[in-house]
T-cell receptor, first 112, second 115 residues
Framework: EADIYQTPRYLVIGTGKKITLECSQTMGHDKMYWYQQDPGMELHLIHYSYGVNSTEKGDLSSESTVSRIRTEHFPLTLESARPSHTSQYLC???????????FGNGTRLTVT | KQEVTQIPAALSVPEGENLVLNCSFTDSAIYNLQWFRQDPGKGLTSLLLIQSSQREQTSGRLNASLDKSSGRSTLYIAASQPGDSATYLCAVPGGGGTSYGKLTFGQGTILTVHP
């Protein structure tokens, strides 16, 4: 029933590679978010967007970057992956007002 | 800086038990509080969202209460089932308006319900 999609689900990649994690939602939500979750740890906000051409950094410092060229699409890019980037990355979106946050299934990234 | 704490960290119960998960937050000036469920290797599913003006919300066997003044919320699960096994997370937004989606999460309670 998820209306927010993340690809790939799993990614194993070598150090130094450039990667892009995809996130798309079909709900027309203006607000979108990227959270990072290390195993057994809390989620931390790394990027957010309130609409097209709007992006901001979250509370947790991240070497990744994001873009928001279309409402439905909010990709996250790592220019040069490192083992410290190994984590689960969760994309989310929210409708108007104080509505629930909808999450994708996440991308589990492993950098070797 | 908002901090969210969940107790217990893990809970294992036999099927059929009623149980309570606890969440506390340090800054009581919240606009709402959400409870989520996370299955292993998956994203989060929103279970209940309580606005700051509400005292509780119910969905099926789930009931969440909110006491803003004391900085606490509880999630009550009635007649637990093995399918309820998951990690339960509570989260509060960093502010109002456009900050509603910028959530601070607790570390979660890992629930195991055995047959």
């Amino acid at each position: 029933e998820a209306d927010i999609y993340q690809t790939p689900r799993y990614l194993v990649i070598g150090t130094g590679k450039k990667i892009t994690l995809e996130c798309s939602q079909t709900m027309g939500h203006d607000k979108m978010y990227w959270y990072q979750q290390d195993p057994g740890m809390e989620l931390h906000l790394i990027h957010y967007s309130y609409g097209v051409n709007s992006t901001e950094k979250g509370d947790l410092s991240s070497e990744s970057t994001v873009s928001r060229i279309r409402t439905e699409h909010f990709p996250l890019t790592l220019e040069s992956a490192r083992p410290s980037h190994t984590s689960q990355y969760l994309c989310a979106s929210m409708g108007q007002g104080a509505s629930p946050l909808h999450f994708g299934n996440g991308t589990r990234l492993t950098v070797t | 800086k908002q901090e969210v704490t969940q107790i217990p960290a893990a809970l294992s119960v036999p099927e059929g038990e009623n149980l309570v998960l606890n969440c506390s937050f340090t800054d009581s000036a919240i606009y709402n509080l959400q409870w989520f469920r996370q299955d292993p290797g998956k994203g989060l599913t929103s279970l209940l969202l309580i606005q700051s003006s509400q005292r509780e919300q119910t969905s099926g066997r789930l009931n969440a209460s909110l006491d803003k003044s004391s900085g606490r919320s509880t999630l009550y699960i009635a007649a637990s089932q093995p399918g309820d096994s998951a990690t339960y997370l509570c989260a509060v937004p960093g502010g109002g308006g456009t900050s509603y989606g910028k959530l601070t999460f607790g570390q979660g309670t890992i629930l195991t319900v055995h047959p």
